[in-house]
Nanobody, 124 residues
Framework: QVQLVESGGGSVQAGGSLRLSCTASGFTDVCMGWFRQAPGKEREAVAAFRTGGGSTRYADSVKGRFTSSQDNAKSIFYLQIDTVKPEDTAMYYC???????????????????WGQGTQVTVSS
């Protein structure tokens, strides 16, 4: 059974940094996505990658500021958020879906396991 638990959210001032964690279990080589959802907006992907290796895709809105990494020994996945902006305020989720070859998609429909989310609030 796949389990995903996010942590690390909180309140931060614009320009600051935050590191989110996703403690994961129950899978080996899958697609993992980091998503966020702001009030009144659709859930959007900010990063997607294959947990078994390969490059990470980032949404244009976060390129250069968000960095995904993983600690394989601890099965923890990280999302480093630098130079945060008020528009980064959202609930952040990690999610997994089957890896079927090629790249991992941004569309949430391809992800079937989700964590409970962690809130990030950026003040200006």
């Amino acid at each position: 059974q796949v389990q995903l638990v996010e942590s690390g959210g909180g309140s931060v001032q614009a320009g600051g940094s935050l590191r989110l964690s996703c403690t994961a279990s129950g899978f080996t080589d899958v697609c993992m996505g980091w998503f966020r959802q702001a009030p009144g907006k659709e859930r959007e992907a900010v990063a997607a990658f294959r947990t078994g290796g390969g490059s990470t895709r980032y949404a244009d809105s976060v390129k250069g500021r968000f960095t995904s990494s993983q600690d394989n020994a601890k099965s923890i996945f990280y999302l480093q958020i630098d130079t945060v902006k008020p528009e980064d305020t959202a609930m952040y989720y990690c999610a997994t879906g089957r890896y079927t070859g090629g790249y991992c998609y941004f569309n949430p429909v391809y992800y079937n396991y989700w964590g409970q989310g962690t809130q990030v609030t950026v003040s200006s």
